[in-house]
């Protein structure tokens, strides 16, 4: 092969040349090339090392779709592995390696492996899983053996291990319409949008826009098409309403018609200061136009992945946007008439066209003239069935081809070559739109799928609909812009095309049955056999198709191999290619660095939150503890103090007179809406509807099938509005309930549910003294018992912030919760703490909240742990005989009210020694030196102060029927065994006097 760049044509910049390294080799290119195209310009043939077989590849394609030349680029110590060739924009000081070799991408030593082809089938790896029947290898050790091979060689490139230091960014956008490609189709469409005077979002994956437009060699209103396209695009950018976002992949279409984007701001040359790398959009837009394109697919054949086979249009644009010739001589192998138009823009480019290879027998005039026009030999009817060379093809060889019947007959004949263009017809890019749900739909007269009727508002235009040529695409465009608006199309003329007119359905042919490896998927060298083979080993679903032979689950996803390997499919089966369907396509698009995911939010897995007070809590001693996502305090540990210590010394000031703690962190969900109590009704296990407003009451959920899920209580704070707390926990996963009931079980509900979690700041107030501390400090109402009773709601101020106060308990004492919005939550804790000095009022952290609950036997999620019921934790009482909710027609199955269910019971050690959750419980007539035959678990404990012992509380057989009883605590691990007595759950003030006082 003997790339080089064209005497003329193109859109680089000549003037300015650009010096980047290649595998440690100085090149150069010029400012506007990609990396592929100035590596073709170089005459570099092989870019890179397929994965199983290690087999060299080059360039195939000129975009997102690139399976075979991946690299690695490299900036001082940090790596990106994997990012095709084909998008990498060149600037001075780029380095970049090939990848999947060793020790050189001349002399692979992995290239053994396609020695052994026959073993490194379709699933190899998953049968060595079972192994030999019989020898020293039988069973899973074979796979022992064979796990470190294979799991050495998974993989393309490698990832480094320093620091990125990159800076990324994340936006947020909202705009009346997103068009999603900047071709023909999208930029008509944004100019028809945009004379609406609404706000117009354009998102183009490449540096110009133009699509291919700024390549195909057409005339549009009697100019240059990338002139007529560069004309366009700045008249939408001089628009105040319109934002044209170059460089910008739109990667994932989600429900509500958010989009998700990635915007490539300085991947393209050395980051300015304080600039961002990548730049992560989510985009809501009230109309979408996807405009974006189609891919071409190849033809399978023997020797169609060797360097020097391309795509057919992305060697015209090769030739057309960059002006690089990929080769001297080169071939054409098409089964439609796109490829014709190819080689016409080859030939007038420079290169030599030696023959053009169809399938069909018969072709259109205008395909024949431009046949003509390159002086190449024309074989209709014919197959390349062969190629030959190593490192670069050096020809081709072909044979008489019968596209009815896909037979081969005749002698075969050599013609040199040094690359071959390829065609097998175009795919539209409905990847967006099968994201945003619905099916495919199958074209027979383009053999390709097409985009699926419209599950959320938009529309689509040019070849993503099928409308391949650029006159229909221009009159789609129009119409779907002026649509998005609600607009009627504009009765002007459009931009009138001047081109050939070609014929663009192909012949339905995907594979040729000649001898030799074909290969489907390039990057995971998946052949046109491996396809056939999972058919025969009875993978005949396509989603089991592509995990049995890893087919499209490449970098690329497919977007070259996934139609042909469908087609293949479909003919094992002696099926047509509808039938057998296709795998919905899943975000992302193309590939999206973590680092715009993350954005400014990195060095945790996870985000942390934090309350209100929570610089307070750590200035006064506080040792934070991760509560789920929150970080709290466990406790306010004195100098010397152990863990135990400071929570008997915080459980115990609350008994005996006051203690504070911060329960920002429990969930709060409002709802509201007339039918709110009625939905309230159907989601807790009690009533609600009936709750006159300013009182509170404590609620049950349970799962649909019965099982208890989260507990809590609920202020009715108006006629139609209600507060919902949660556990910190499942503050989550209760809205996600909330909003699925509403939006699938019950949507005529009226009804709305918002998560203000973060905007309330809350404190309980708990003790013997707790009213005379709010006494202090409230002002605008009343805490008596009269004004405030059990359960009882309040409005007024603390240090003149509003307040709104409910008076109910978690540990067992006179209790009160406090609730300001989050920007005073601080001023409310230090105005509460300052009225609390008089009484010895100390903060005390979750320990002690645990160790109060636990006395009194409240329960929280490692009681409500999605095994237990209702009866199970006592709280039967609260399950409604009057109504139905979510669980009632599962909760009485025979299962879950078996007599010898797991019950809720407090256990007290005899010993009086320390125990943890976990800890298991045996029966105790049994011997104590082996104890066995477990009767339940221990799943919260705590040395008690006001019971001056080692309580837990505890899930046992039997339950009730147990009180009084002694069993053997259990717990080899820790070698913890012990005496237990198992009491009641209600270990304190069973009555409740305390908590009434």
Request: net charge positive.
């Given at each position: 092969m003997s790339g080089r760049r064209a005497n003329a044509g193109g859109?680089?910049?000549?003037?300015?040349?650009?010096?980047?390294?290649?595998?440690?080799?100085?090149?150069?290119g010029h400012a506007g090339d990609t990396l592929a195209s100035a590596l073709l310009a170089g005459g570099v043939s092989v870019v890179g090392r397929s994965f199983k077989y290690h087999r060299p590849r080059g360039i195939f394609s000129a975009g997102v779709d690139e399976p075979s030349a991946l690299v690695t680029v490299v900036n001082g110590t940090v790596r990106e592995p994997n990012v095709p060739a084909t998008t990498i924009e060149i600037f001075d000081g780029l380095v970049v390696e090939s990848q999947n070799r060793f020790p050189s991408l001349g002399f692979d030593i992995g290239a053994v492996n396609g020695l052994f082809g026959g073993l490194f089938s379709a699933g190899f790896y998953y049968k060595t899983f079972m192994g030999p029947v019989v020898g020293p290898l039988k069973g899973t050790r074979f796979w022992m053996l064979c796990e470190w091979f294979i799991r050495r060689a998974a993989g393309l490139g490698r990832a480094g291990h320093a620091a990125d230091d990159a800076r990324y960014d994340r936006m947020n956008a909202f705009c009346d319409v997103l068009v999603v490609g900047s071709g023909p189709a999208g930029l008509m469409a944004a100019r028809a949008a945009a004379a609406s005077g609404k706000q117009i979002m354009l998102a183009e994956q490449d540096p110009l826009p133009g699509g291919s437009a700024r390549w195909s060699g057409e005339t549009i209103d009697g100019m240059p098409a990338a002139e007529w396209a560069a004309r366009v695009a700045g008249e939408l950018a001089a628009m105040e309403n319109v934002r044209i976002l170059p460089r910008t992949t739109v990667w994932g279409y989600y429900d509500g018609n958010v989009m998700a984007a990635l915007e490539r701001v300085s991947g393209h040359r050395p980051a300015g200061k304080g600039e961002p790398r990548h730049r992560h959009w989510v985009i809501r837009a009230g109309r979408v136009v996807l405009s974006t394109g189609a891919f071409e697919r190849p033809l399978v054949f023997p020797g169609n992945d060797r360097p020097g086979v391309?795509?057919?249009?992305?060697?015209?644009?090769?030739?057309?946007?960059?002006?690089?010739?990929?080769?001297?001589?080169?071939?054409?192998?098409?089964?439609?008439?796109?490829?014709?138009?190819?080689?016409?823009?080859?030939?007038?480019?420079?290169?030599?066209?030696?023959?053009?290879?169809?399938?069909?027998?018969?072709?259109?005039?205008?395909?024949?003239?431009?046949?003509?026009?390159?002086?190449?030999?024309?074989?209709?009817g014919h197959a390349v069935v062969a190629t030959s060379g190593g490192s670069a093809l050096k020809d081709i060889s072909v044979q008489r081809f019968d596209a009815a019947t896909?037979?081969?007959?005749?002698?075969?004949?050599?013609?040199?070559?040094?690359?071959?263009?390829?065609?097998?017809?175009?795919?539209?890019?409905?990847?967006?739109?099968?994201?945003?749900?619905?099916?495919?739909?199958w074209d027979d007269r383009l053999q390709a799928f097409l985009p699926p009727e419209p599950l959320q508002p938009w529309l689509g235009a040019g070849a993503f609909t099928g409308a391949f040529t650029t006159q229909e695409a221009i009159v789609e465009g129009l119409a779907a812009g002026a649509a998005a608006c609600g607009q009627k199309p504009s009765r002007r003329k459009p931009p009138q095309v001047e081109t050939d007119d070609l014929d663009l359905a192909p012949a339905p042919v995907f594979e040729i049955g000649a001898k030799g490896k074909a290969f489907v998927d390039l990057q995971h060298d998946v052949t046109a056999e491996d396809v056939r083979l999972a058919h025969r080993e009875g993978f005949v679903s396509v989603e089991h198709l592509k995990r049995y032979t890893t087919l499209g689950m490449a970098t690329d996803q497919g977007k070259t191999s996934n139609v042909p390997g469908l087609a293949i499919m479909a003919q094992a089966a002696g099926k047509a290619i509808p039938e057998v369907g296709t795998t919905r396509f899943r975000p992302p698009f193309s590939p999206v660095s973590l680092g715009s995911l993350a954005a400014e939010r990195h060095g945790d897995l996870r985000p942390e939150r934090l309350t209100p007070m929570h610089d307070w809590h750590a200035e006064h001693g506080a040792r934070m503890l991760a509560a789920g996502l929150w970080f709290r305090p466990q406790i306010y540990g004195l100098p010397g103090e152990t863990v135990e210590q400071a929570y008997v010394r915080e459980a115990a000031a609350v008994r005996d007179s006051v203690g504070i703690v911060d329960v920002s962190t429990l969930g709060k969900i409002a709802v509201q809406g007339p039918d709110a109590g009625e939905f309230l009704d159907r989601v807790y296990t009690n009533m609600f509807s009936t709750l006159p407003v300013g009182k509170a009451r404590y609620g049950l959920m349970l799962r649909e099938d019965g099982l208890a899920f989260d507990d809590g209580t609920t202020w009715r704070l108006g006629e139609h509005e209600f507060l919902m707390t949660t556990t910190t926990a499942n503050a989550g996963k209760v809205m996600q309930h909330l909003e699925y009931l509403l939006d699938i079980v019950w949507p005529e509900l009226r009804v709305h549910v918002t998560s203000v979690t973060d905007q309330w700041a809350g404190a309980a107030v708990a003790g013997p003294k707790a009213r005379a501390v709010l006494a202090a400090c409230v002002t605008g109402t009343a805490v008596d018992n009269e004004t405030l009773p059990f359960m009882g709601i309040v409005r007024g101020e603390i240090d003149r912030a509003s307040v709104t106060i409910c008076r109910l308990s978690f540990s067992g004492e006179l209790a009160f919760e406090v609730y300001c919005g989050a920007g005073h939550g601080l001023q409310v804790?230090?105005?509460?703490?300052?009225?609390?000095?008089?009484?010895?009022?100390?903060?005390?952290?979750?320990?002690?909240?645990?160790?109060?609950?636990?006395?009194?036997?409240?329960?929280?999620?490692?009681?409500?742990?999605?095994?237990?019921?209702?009866?199970?934790?006592?709280?039967?009482?609260?399950l409604s005989k009057k109504k139905p909710f979510v669980g009632s027609a599962m909760m009485d199955r025979e299962g879950l009210t078996a007599p010898e269910r797991l019950q809720l019971v407090g256990v007290v050690a005899l010993d009086n020694r320390a125990f943890s959750n976990g800890a298991h419980l045996v029966d105790a007539q049994q011997d104590p030196a082996d104890?066995?035959?477990?009767?339940?678990?221990?799943?919260?404990?705590?040395?008690?102060?006001?019971?001056?012992?080692?309580?837990?509380?505890?899930?046992?057989?039997?339950?009730?029927?147990?009180?009084?009883?002694?069993?053997?605590?259990?717990?080899?691990?820790?070698?913890?065994?012990?005496?237990?007595?198992?009491?009641?759950?209600?270990?304190?003030?069973?009555?409740?006097?305390?908590?009434?006082?």
């Open positions: 859109q680089v910049d000549r003037t300015r040349t650009i010096r980047f390294t290649f595998d440690g080799k100085p090149m150069t391309m795509l057919a249009g992305a060697a015209q644009r090769y030739a057309g946007a960059f002006g690089v010739l990929p080769g001297e001589k080169i071939a054409i192998f098409a089964n439609n008439d796109t490829a014709y138009g190819a080689a016409a823009a080859l030939h007038r480019a420079g290169a030599r066209i030696a023959a053009i290879v169809d399938v069909r027998r018969e072709v259109s005039a205008a395909a024949l003239a431009l046949a003509g026009e390159t002086g190449a030999e024309h074989l209709p896909g037979a081969l007959s005749g002698d075969t004949r050599r013609i040199e070559a040094d690359y071959l263009a390829v065609s097998g017809g175009w795919s539209p890019a409905i990847h967006l739109a099968s994201q945003a749900g619905g099916a495919a739909r804790w230090e105005a509460l703490m300052e009225a609390g000095k008089p009484f010895g009022m100390v903060p005390y952290g979750l320990e002690a909240l645990g160790t109060l609950r636990i006395e009194k036997g409240h329960v929280t999620g490692s009681e409500i742990d999605g095994r237990t019921t209702a009866r199970d934790l006592h709280l039967d009482w609260m104890p066995h035959g477990s009767i339940g678990h221990v799943t919260a404990n705590c040395f008690s102060p006001a019971l001056g012992r080692y309580v837990g509380l505890a899930l046992v057989k039997g339950g009730k029927a147990r009180h009084g009883s002694r069993a053997w605590l259990s717990d080899p691990l820790r070698k913890r065994f012990g005496p237990v007595e198992i009491v009641s759950h209600h270990m304190f003030d069973p009555e409740g006097s305390r908590m009434h006082g």
